[in-house]
């Protein structure tokens, strides 16, 4: 859509058309809602200054990038948001040109501009990157990595801060105190108490002079931290006004160096129920528009977050030496409660990953139980302070990993598969895994007492398999839950759930034994010895990548041991990224539903 001639009056008819057609589409299909809002003048008046068929347009995160997807030829497809085979709820290089760069974790945006400004130097065009950064996206180190080379080399870059007071929960620390709290500091106060009572006492055009001092010193004071980085600011700029930020930004774009565009913005802007800092609307499911309640079908079982919630509290009243932390995402993880009843043993330290897991190692070295709640996906975040700061160490944080496995919506940036993969090489590390109510709190009760670096993993929402009794973790060894004489199913956490169902399908025509691997590493090695003396035929469920997973492990342990008569067939995830969409949607298409496992099995058995 060619905006460049657009007026005033028609660019914000133009945001208010936008608003609604995101609320509607929201409201149906779930997704980030007040995130989206709030950024739509922003995204407007980005379009009308710069050209984001040739200018870099880069979203941090990028779940805020509706606007920018009804403004570059998705208007009609929009209804698709975030459905299997429909549009992506980030940016999406492949979905449009318009689309510069994949994005779903946060704070990679400049060190993005930076390079694409590189790039733009080295072959002499005239194009300027544009990146929208939140304010919460800036507690993450890898922003100053970037804005100190920026700073530096001085290339022309555009950053264009929305400072909405609220990352996804509370914003955590001092930037973005410094950012957001200013105006409201002592220092400023008093600053300003003394210049009204000067301005009372002098005339009237000493007191203009004085009140456009006070004027002058509100709007460099939050920039001080990025002039001194050597980065041009300009700010605050009230966020929702098009007219100033197409202003603002003509200026920033014309001064070909980098520049940070400070705007202040409201959350949800133009759904008063969603407008202001209010956690539950930044990523949301279907809802009301009306009402704004939530439209959602009933829960017959808890979900493997809200029974660690649970229990890490439990844990943790009886046993003083248990900590934790989660990175920006306590609702998540389910830490919030435990951060409440216990705000000096558990944090949110922002969106840190690195500095969450380095942390939580010196914390074990001195004799506390850190339970480390992070997703999958953004446990990737940490990767290097896992092998050097616990592993090493070999210090016994444990690691909660959250939204192992499909995780439906959010796609490919979000799926939790690579866990296993990337943790199974490290020394030190154990890994293990519950896959219904019982063994997640088992589960919890034997990180508490490991003395070593562990991590266990459980999905999104609720356990595939009932409840039912089970006996207590040790190291290494796994449980078998069900005999047979025709073929072994062997599950890995959630894995067992989908083992069941598979199996009960198959229980007219063939007998199955189910074994609860609990552990990939260590592995049960006398058990699994064990079965390779009875079965043959050996099937594994696991929510987790192929390649380096838990099929992996045990053709390892096969191959060291000798054992050659083994058929071994993994129902672990492909080589590739797997796409967003509902949950069952993308599992159908990955052929892993227990009704498709189970024709695939009965059609190598009979």
């Known amino acids: 859509m060619d905006i460049k ?40 008046a980005m379009h009308k200054v ?12 990028s779940h805020q990038s509706y606007a920018h997807k009804l403004l570059t030829d998705r208007w009609d497809e929009f ?31 400049i060190s993005i501009a930076v390079g694409a400004a590189k790039a733009i130097a080295l072959k002499g065009e005239d194009r300027v990157p544009v990146a ?19 700073g530096d080399r001085k290339y022309p870059v555009v950053i264009i801060l929305n400072d909405n007071e609220m990352s996804i929960a509370k914003p955590i620390g001092a930037i973005s105190k410094l950012l957001s709290q200013t105006m409201a500091g002592s220092f400023y106060q008093k600053f300003r108490g003394k210049v009204e009572k000067i301005v009372e006492k002098l005339p009237e055009s000493a007191g203009y002079v004085a009140k456009r001092f006070e004027d002058s010193f509100k709007l460099i004071t939050p920039g001080i931290l990025f002039e001194e980085m ?16 197409c202003e603002t930004m003509t200026i920033a774009k014309e001064m070909q160096k980098p520049v940070i565009i400070h705007a202040q913005t409201t959350k949800g802007k133009g759904y008063e129920y969603a407008e202001g800092s209010k956690e539950h609307w930044h990523g949301v499911g279907a809802f009301d528009l009306d009402t704004g309640k939530s439209i959602k079908k009933d829960a017959t079982s808890p979900s493997a977050t809200s029974i660690f919630g649970s229990k890490i509290i439990e844990l943790a009243s009886e046993d003083n030496k248990v900590v934790g932390v989660t990175a920006a995402m306590p609702s998540g993880t389910g830490l919030s409660d435990a951060i409440e009843k216990f705000p000096t043993r558990f944090w949110d330290v922002a969106i840190a990953e690195q500095h969450a897991v380095t942390s939580m190692g010196a914390l074990a070295k001195e004799g506390f139980k850190p339970f480390c709640a992070i997703y999958s996906t953004f446990l990737q975040r940490g990767y290097d302070q896992v092998i050097h700061d616990v592993a090493l160490m070999d210090v016994g944080v444990a690691f909660a990993i959250d939204r192992a496995g499909i995780v439906g919506e959010d796609g490919e940036t979000h799926q939790g598969v690579f866990d296993i993969s990337y943790l199974r090489a490290i020394p030190n590390m154990t890994l293990f895994a519950p ?75 063939l007998d199955i034994a189910i074994l609860d691997l609990r552990f990939v590493k260590p592995l049960d090695t006398k ?16 929510d987790s990548a192929k390649m380096g997973g838990v099929g992996s492990a045990i053709l390892e342990f096969l191959s060291q041991e000798g054992i050659k008569d083994i058929s071994l067939t993994s129902f672990e995830y492909e080589d590739e990224f797997i796409t967003h969409g509902n949950t069952r949607l993308v599992e159908e298409s990955l052929e892993i539903l227990p009704w ?5 099995v009965k059609s190598d058995l009979i």
């Open 435 to 509: 896959y219904n109510q019982t063994t997640m709190k088992l589960a919890m009760e034997f990180a508490k007492d490991y003395e070593h670096p562990c991590a266990f993993r459980y999905p999104r929402g609720a356990f595939i398999a009932e409840d039912s009794e089970a006996k207590p973790y040790k190291l290494g060894e796994s449980e078998l839950i069900k005999d047979g004489k025709d073929a072994l199913f062997i599950g890995y956490g959630n894995g067992v759930g989908r083992a069941i169902e598979t199996a009960n399908r198959l229980d007219m025509d």
């Open 132 to 150: 929208l950064i939140g304010d919460g996206s800036m507690s993450a180190g890898m922003v100053y990595e970037a804005l100190n080379e920026l």
């Open 596 to 600: 498709q496992l189970a024709k695939r």
């Open 79 to 109: 209804d698709t948001l975030r459905s299997f085979g429909g549009l992506s709820g980030y940016t999406k290089p492949s979905e449009s040109s318009s689309d510069y760069y994949m994005a779903g974790h946060s704070s990679t945006s």
């Open 5 to 44: 001639n657009y007026s005033n009056e028609e660019l914000n008819q133009l945001a208010q058309k936008l608003r609604d057609k995101i609320l509607s589409t929201v409201s149906k299909n779930g997704g980030h809602l007040s995130s989206s809002m709030g950024a739509v003048d922003l995204i407007v």
């Open 230 to 245: 050597g980065i041009e600011y300009i700010g605050p700029v009230d966020g929702h006004d098009i007219e100033a930020l």
């Open 50 to 61: 710069f050209d984001a068929s040739k200018d870099p347009f880069i979203f941090d995160v």
């Open 527 to 542: 058990m699994l010895k064990g079965l390779a003396q009875l079965h043959k035929n050996w099937y594994i469920f696991s």
